[in-house]
């Protein structure tokens, strides 16, 4: 098997070694596989009102102190710098649950305020987006994606442990009305509990005009209960849709775009499928993440971050934090390793990485 095959990347193959080989010779967050990172998710807290049982234990986890969580300011700050001098130029905020950040329209008005004006969305579980919608549009966000495991009630409480399937569903009908559209559906499928429903869920987005796409479930709990063999795959996944709808692939390239994407019974309505485990694309990797407490990670299951905030709030200057985060990126690893053998899972789960 070649590492194509593996969507790893090949180490950058011709130009000039840089002259530090522990740092780049390029103004943008690129590293030693020649892969641009121009794509930065920030997670905003680690804090949510949902209990996923596949994100979070029951009890929650011990939060974030507030002291520790960047300010509205100093996140602003490294978004500047991100945009300005790193060539970053889309946003995605996500948590945790981003819509529990006190200040996020301040600073979601900030960011698009910025030059060059990059492409700003939001990951949210949906709750409370129904009144906030149309301020977050106003503020700048361009897209939305909302997550929904499923259609029925009981199964909602039973997967996120709060009875609040109607709160989601009123927040996707307001952020569409807001025309934040495509309204993004985000869909872990978990065997045995609502793999049964992935059919009833398509027919759903495609009535209601929003994009659905599948995540593989990855190992990224709290709880360290993920196995490879009870995961739901995308090849379970799409062949349970093709018992319904015809699929045929968008023609699109997929590019830095995590999600396959196939057209719904001929278009234009599209499902995706992320395969972050079974058909893994991080050769085409464009992203760079900030946790709510200032550290960069080159990538959600790096096992080491870099300390932004201790330079912010250090008083470093803008040129030193903008090196700093060049090199964390550097330094990013060819791959994920899900399926390896020595595989580790991070110290933090995705709650608190931001996914
Ligand atoms: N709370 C927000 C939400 O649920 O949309 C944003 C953060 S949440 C961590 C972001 C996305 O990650 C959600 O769509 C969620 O379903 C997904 N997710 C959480 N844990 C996951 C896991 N172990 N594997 C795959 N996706 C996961
Ligand atoms: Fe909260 Fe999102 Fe995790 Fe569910 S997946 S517990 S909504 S952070």
Redesign the pocket.
């Known amino acids: 098997m070649t590492t194509t095959e593996l969507g790893l990347p090949a180490l950058r193959a011709g130009g000039a070694a840089p002259r530090d080989p522990a740092r780049p010779d390029d103004p943008r967050l690129v590293d030693r596989f020649g892969r641009v990172a121009t794509d930065l998710r920030i997670s905003l807290t680690d804090r949510?009102?949902?209990?996923?049982t596949?994100?979070?234990p029951a009890e929650g986890l011990p939060w974030m102190p507030r002291a520790e969580q960047l300010t509205d300011a100093e996140l602003v700050r490294l978004i500047t710098i991100a945009v300005r001098d790193l060539g970053v130029h889309e946003l995605r905020f996500?948590?945790?649950?981003p819509l529990l950040r006190r200040g996020l329209e301040d600073v979601i008005t900030a960011s698009a305020a910025l030059t060059p004006r990059p492409d700003i969305s939001l990951?949210?579980?949906g709750?409370g987006l129904a009144r906030r919608a149309a301020a977050l549009a106003a503020a700048g966000v361009n897209r939305l994606n909302v997550?929904l495991d499923t259609l029925r009630p009981e199964r909602f409480a039973e997967i996120?442990r709060r009875d609040r399937l109607g709160d989601v569903l009123d927040g996707m009908a307001a952020a569409r009305e807001a025309g934040l559209s495509p309204v993004k559906i985000n869909t872990?499928l978990l065997r045995g509990v609502n793999d049964d429903e992935a059919v009833d869920l398509l027919r759903f987005a495609v009535d209601h005009r929003y994009e659905l796409r599948f995540i593989e479930q990855m190992p990224l709990d709290a709880q360290h209960g993920w196995e490879r063999a009870e995961m739901v795959t995308a090849g379970e996944i799409l062949a349970a849709l093709r018992t319904a709808f015809t699929l045929t692939a968008d023609g699109h390239e997929r590019g830095a775009a995590p999600a396959e994407r196939w057209l719904v019974d001929g278009g234009p309505a599209a499902v995706g499928v992320i395969a972050s485990v079974t058909r893994p694309f991080c050769g085409a990797c464009d992203r760079t993440r900030l946790t709510a407490d200032g550290q960069v990670r080159s990538c959600l299951f790096a096992r080491g971050e870099t300390d932004l905030r201790a330079l912010v709030r250090g008083g470093a200057a803008d040129t030193e934090i903008a090196d700093v985060w060049r090199t964390a990126m550097w330094g990013k690893l060819a791959g994920h390793g899900i399926d390896e053998p020595g595989f580790l899972q991070p110290d933090r789960?995705?709650?608190a990485i931001g996914?």
Do not use: F, K, Q
Request: hydrophobic share 20%; proline share 4%.
């Open positions: 949510c009102n949902l209990r996923c596949y994100c979070m996500t948590g945790g649950e990951t949210t579980n709750i997550s996120t872990v789960p995705m709650s996914g």
